[in-house]
């Protein structure tokens, strides 16, 4: 995707959330290119808890979110550090208000467990390299069509895991968004765009630099020209 020209601020923090498999990853390469700015990842390969995880919930929730908010840490530091633009694949929000929340609720993390990992993620987001984002990107989709992406990736811990675990990110990630309120929000349907098209990417630029300048957008769903016809 070549570069387009946008007014957003050069220190600008974009982040993109949902639920696994939707296209975060890819469309945070498309709009890093185009605007100019870092992307940052959230790292799959070498997680070395995340192929136990699958395998055990119980047994190794805690672990891997205790690695997640770490490499969080260090990610956000890092970011806080270069002083530039970056569009970041999820948000910290997500480990913790999903992720951790629903395997407490599922009784795979101790109260004991659950605690001290929300008082540490407090004393994180409460540290300087903990900026709201300028705008959160949230994709969403149908779960069936979320599906079919997770199974054309082909992650095989991901595949072996039962449909009710996806189903119940689903829904948990439809109730999360509906409360969010850490910074604007860029409502983005998978149907609604084309990483490959210049100009429905031109499109989403547009609305970012919407939702940043002016301080009464705090919600806009995304429409391309497309859909407007
Ligand atoms: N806009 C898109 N159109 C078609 N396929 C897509 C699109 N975005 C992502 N995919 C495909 O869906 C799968 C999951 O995408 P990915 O970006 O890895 O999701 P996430 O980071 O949200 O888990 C990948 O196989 C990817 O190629
Ligand atoms: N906080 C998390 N807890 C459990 N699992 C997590 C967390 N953050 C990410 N994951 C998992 C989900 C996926 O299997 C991979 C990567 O997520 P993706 O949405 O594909 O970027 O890690």
Redesign the pocket.
């Known amino acids: 995707m070549s570069k387009i020209t946008h007014s957003l601020n050069k220190n600008s923090l974009i982040t993109?959330a949902?639920?696994?498999?939707?296209?975060?990853?890819?469309?945070?390469n498309t709009l890093a290119d185009a605007l100019g700015f870092d992307a940052s990842f959230e790292k799959v390969d070498g997680n070395p808890y995340l192929e136990d995880y699958y395998s055990d919930f119980k047994k190794w929730s805690f672990h891997l979110q205790i690695y997640f908010l770490a490499e969080r840490y260090k990610q956000q530091k890092r970011m806080h550090e270069t002083g530039i633009g970056y569009v970041q694949?999820?948000s910290i929000y997500e480990d913790v208000g999903i992720f951790a929340k629903l395997q407490y609720d599922n009784g795979n993390m101790t109260d004991r467990d659950f605690e001290t990992y929300e008082s540490l993620f407090e004393a994180m987001v409460m540290s300087p390299y903990f900026p709201k984002p300028d705008v959160l990107i949230y994709?969403d989709g149908s779960l069936p069509r979320i599906m079919d992406?997770?199974k054309?990736?082909g992650r095989q811990m991901e595949m072996n895991t039962p449909h009710s675990f996806w189903e119940d990110l689903y829904f948990r990630y439809a109730n999360w968004i509906s409360k969010f309120e850490e910074c604007p929000i860029l409502h983005l349907d998978?149907d609604s765009?084309?990483?490959h098209d210049p100009e429905s990417v031109k499109e989403i630029v547009r609305s970012l630099e919407v939702l940043q300048t002016d301080p009464n957008m705090k919600y806009l769903k995304f429409k391309s020209n497309l859909q407007r016809l």
């Open positions: 993109l949902g639920t696994v498999g939707v296209g975060k990853s890819t469309l945070t694949d999820r994709i992406r997770i054309q990736r998978i765009y084309d990483c």
